[in-house]
């Protein structure tokens, strides 16, 4: 198939291979993170680490979106499923997240009401053809849902339903990489970055990365020619002593990002602290609804109290999420945590560590 074959080309990717190694004889490991959770899985599934030397490490970083929602934020939703007449509406995986006690998945099995949709405005149809139902959307993500998300809250005010809510968790990448390196828990050389929110924000910014922390970052895409080519980038960006922000994936990628896309984004939201799962309150690095669009917030029309947080002290999620351990370090992975029976939401999503540990690379 023309544009893919070419990008999964064997030959090219053993020379590519064959290059890094090369450039690597006599020079220092280096460790680069890919931050996304697409890309943790392309890595594993197209056998990418047996090609690279030993002196080449990759480590999986904090880019799966319902791997660093906290548990906090599954309390809240799954007390709004308790609520008469509310609907949650949410993508698949969000639903078999473990809270504090039990999961959405759950909940529905007692007869919460709980539906999976494929698309924001799909909630947002639903809601119309329920008037007596409350519909709230569970707002999870990157920059790469926050403009769909957006584009339904506007779409629900143009046809003015007044019972469509998000409950808003996005969050934005590179105030946690930010955080993520000034705390100087992992020793990194550089990144490969998010393809999909680089496409939203562009590169610029990224420039912190290089300019105040001397770090190398190249945006690559999700197959095995791109990303290997992205590898080498990186390579030689250290050898040459150089730290830079690059783009591989110019094909998608343009450097200004997507205008329309920031537009929507700013229309809807503004930038608010929030919290990781692992990292903590990170500076504005999430997303509120801003007041002018108030009236479909899901935290300002439901206000519920809710217990302190449970988490299962033997999962090391936070940890595998900051790039610290690999899942073959948690106590639970794979004997009592598996993707059929998951503990933490890293063996959940099919863009988490562990997940993709388990199912290509670290299942003994």
Not at 214 to 227: M, N, T, Y
Not at 263 to 291: N, Y
Not at 308 to 331: F, M, S, Y
């Amino acid at each position: 198939m023309k544009f893919i074959d070419e990008f999964r080309d064997k030959s090219l990717s053993l020379k590519l291979a064959s290059e890094i190694e090369r450039l690597m004889e006599g020079v220092s490991p280096l460790s680069f993170m890919e931050v996304c959770g697409t890309h943790t899985m392309a890595i594993f599934r197209n056998g990418i680490k047996a090609l690279l030397p030993e002196a080449i490490k990759l480590v999986s970083g904090p880019g799966c979106p319902v791997c660093v929602t906290p548990t906090s934020y599954i309390d809240y939703a799954i007390a709004l499923s308790r609520l008469p007449q509310v609907v949650i509406t949410t993508f698949g995986d969000m639903v078999r997240v473990p809270g504090s006690d039990r999961s959405l998945d759950e909940e529905k099995g007692e007869g919460a009401q709980v539906k999976v949709v494929y698309s924001p405005l799909d909630a947002v149809e639903f809601a119309e053809k329920n008037e007596g139902k409350e519909v709230v959307f569970l707002g999870v993500g990157f920059e790469t849902t926050a403009p769909t998300v957006a584009a339904s809250i506007i779409e629900a005010k143009r046809r003015g339903l007044p019972n469509f809510s998000v409950l808003s968790a996005h969050k934005l990448m590179p105030p946690a990489m930010r955080a993520l390196v000034a705390s100087g828990e992992i020793g990194l050389d550089g990144f490969i970055l998010p393809a999909h929110v680089t496409t939203i924000i562009g590169l610029r910014p990224y420039r912190f990365l290089a300019d105040e922390f001397g770090l190398s970052a190249v945006v690559a895409g999700f197959e095995p020619i791109d990303i290997l080519e992205g590898i080498l980038m990186l390579v030689r960006q250290r050898i040459e002593g150089r730290a830079d922000i690059e783009n591989q994936y110019r094909r998608v990628v343009r450097p200004e990002g997507n205008k329309r896309a920031q537009e929507l984004i700013a229309e809807v939201f503004t930038p608010t602290d929030a919290e990781w799962r692992g990292l903590g309150v990170v500076p504005q690095s999430g997303l509120k609804i801003k007041e002018k669009y108030a009236q479909f917030d899901a935290e300002r029309r439901f206000k519920i109290e809710l217990p302190p947080v449970k988490d299962n002290p033997a999962c090391r999620c936070g940890e595998v999420i900051k790039g610290l351990i690999p899942p073959l370090d948690c106590p639970l992975y794979q004997k009592v945590c598996t993707p059929e029976h998951p503990i933490g939401p890293c063996m959940v999503s099919s863009e988490g560590t562990c997940a993709a540990y388990y199912k290509y690379g670290g299942f003994e």
